[in-house]
């Protein structure tokens, strides 16, 4: 499996949790394991987004941060996957005075570790923006983005609450990622209609969308898209979980198709949105009865989508040419 959209802070094992909160003094709450896991009842992406302040509770020091990118590694190449981008925002994580660079530094240790030994899969970093956050906080993250491109950073993301602000307030930020040549995703069309995916394109140099889902697929929008090579990225259970789609069967994954717009499908958050690749594929196949060359085609989606070199997509294809059978198979198995 492939997973392009995955965030750190929201995946933690509750294994990470345990080790981590006894490490750092840090209280789970008599709830715990139930308050790591999106609300009953949740209504919104903002609520849906209190679920991070614990785990980024954890994630306060070098040691955590390597540690958990460490254990994701582990833990997706244990669950047969070939790629992913983890992504994070390190802004979020200096509330004890640590630095962004910090962050940055400890997660590109952790995952270098995690790599090591490992055959067939590879993984990589994405560092988040915050919506919410000031200019020159998120100034500062987007040249850590440019800083550790060799070291397993591949690209610059917009998180966090969508309707803070319109996209044209961010332009600053995302000019000078372009400048730097650091490639670009903006989480948009999330909880915000199609015209701030429009944005995310046209104002902030969009290679990839986060969600993505309201887009108008009006035959102008599908000319940008489609001229520009947008690759949107899918996470069906979380938009189900914070209202932004109803229900499995409005993912507009054959509308998106249909018009030769690749779409990938991904998690978003492993533990908050209880899910992860292999069971997006599931929710999928039981309501569009995906055959396996469907599937083939949305990972090979993913690995066209990846922020890797032609020569790690060449590997990538091999393998998933290997475990296309397998895969089909555990999907179909529900
Ligand atoms: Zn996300």
Same mark, same amino acid.
Do not use: W
């Given at each position: 499996?492939?997973?392009?959209?995955l965030? &750190?802070?929201?995946?933690l094992?509750?294994?990470?949790f345990?080790?981590?909160a006894?490490?750092?003094n840090?209280? $789970?709450?008599d709830?715990f394991p139930?308050?790591?896991? %999106?609300?009953?009842?949740?209504?919104?992406?903002?609520?849906?987004?209190?679920?991070?302040?614990?785990p980024c509770?954890?994630?306060?020091?070098?040691?955590?941060?390597?540690?958990?990118v460490?254990s994701? %590694?582990?833990?997706l190449?244990?669950?047969?996957?070939?790629y992913?981008e983890?992504?994070?925002?390190?802004?979020?994580?200096?509330?004890?005075?640590?630095?962004?660079?910090?962050?940055?530094i400890?997660?590109?240790?952790?995952?270098?570790?995690?790599l090591?030994?490992?055959?067939?899969?590879?993984?990589?970093?994405?560092?988040?923006?915050?919506?919410?956050?000031?200019?020159?906080t998120?100034?500062?993250t %987007?040249?850590l983005?440019?800083?550790?491109?060799?070291?397993?950073?591949?690209a610059?993301?917009?998180a966090?609450?969508?309707?803070?602000?319109?996209?044209?307030f961010?332009?600053?930020?995302?000019?000078?990622?372009?400048?730097?040549?650091?490639n670009?995703?903006?989480?948009?069309?999330?909880?915000?209609?199609?015209?701030?995916?429009?944005?995310?394109?046209?104002?902030?140099?969009?290679?990839?969308?986060?969600?993505?889902v309201?887009?108008? $697929?009006?035959?102008?929008?599908?000319?940008?898209?489609?001229?520009?090579?947008?690759?949107f990225e899918f996470?069906?259970?979380?938009?189900?979980?914070?209202?932004?789609?109803?229900?499995?069967?409005?993912?507009?994954?054959?509308?998106f198709?249909?018009?030769?717009?690749? %779409?990938?499908? =991904?998690?978003?958050?492993?533990?908050?949105?209880?899910?992860?690749? &292999?069971k997006e594929?599931?929710?999928?196949?039981?309501?569009f009865k995906?055959?396996?060359?469907?599937v083939?085609?949305?990972?090979?989606?993913?690995i066209?989508?990846?922020?890797? =070199?032609?020569?790690?997509?060449?590997?990538?294809r091999?393998?998933?040419a290997?475990?296309i059978? =397998?895969?089909?198979?555990k999907?179909?198995?529900?």
């Open positions: 499996m492939i997973d392009l959209h965030h &750190l802070d929201g995946s094992s509750l294994d990470d345990r080790y981590l006894e490490r750092n840090v209280s $789970l709450g709830e139930k308050n790591v896991y %999106v609300p009953e009842g949740c209504k919104s992406l903002e609520e849906y987004l209190t679920r991070f302040n614990l509770s954890l994630l306060q020091d070098e040691f955590s941060i390597a540690y958990a460490h994701l %590694v582990n833990r190449y244990k669950s047969g996957y070939i992913a983890i992504r994070f925002a390190p802004q979020l994580h200096t509330l004890k005075g640590m630095s962004q660079k910090d962050a940055v400890s997660a590109c240790a952790g995952l270098r570790e995690g090591k030994d490992k055959v067939g899969f590879t993984a990589n970093l994405i560092l988040c923006c915050m919506r919410q956050a000031d200019t020159d998120n100034m500062e %987007v040249i983005a440019d800083e550790f491109k060799n070291n397993g950073v591949v610059v993301d917009l966090g609450p969508e309707k803070f602000h319109t996209g044209d961010y332009t600053p930020l995302f000019d000078e990622a372009k400048a730097r040549g650091v670009i995703i903006i989480h948009a069309g999330e909880a915000c209609g199609s015209e701030e995916v429009i944005r995310a394109v046209d104002l902030l140099h969009a290679k990839r969308i986060g969600h993505g309201h887009l108008d $697929l009006t035959r102008e929008n599908i000319r940008k898209m489609t001229e520009n090579r947008i690759y996470c069906p259970t979380s938009n189900l979980q914070t209202t932004s789609l109803e229900d499995y069967s409005k993912v507009p994954l054959k509308e198709d249909r018009v030769g717009i690749p %779409v990938t499908i =991904n998690s978003d958050n492993m533990t908050v949105s209880n899910t992860d690749v &292999l594929y599931r929710h999928l196949f039981k309501e995906l055959t396996k060359y469907e083939q085609h949305l990972l090979q989606n993913s066209n989508a990846a922020f890797v =070199n032609e020569q790690t997509k060449i590997m990538l091999g393998e998933l290997k475990k059978d =397998n895969y089909y198979l999907i179909i198995e529900q």
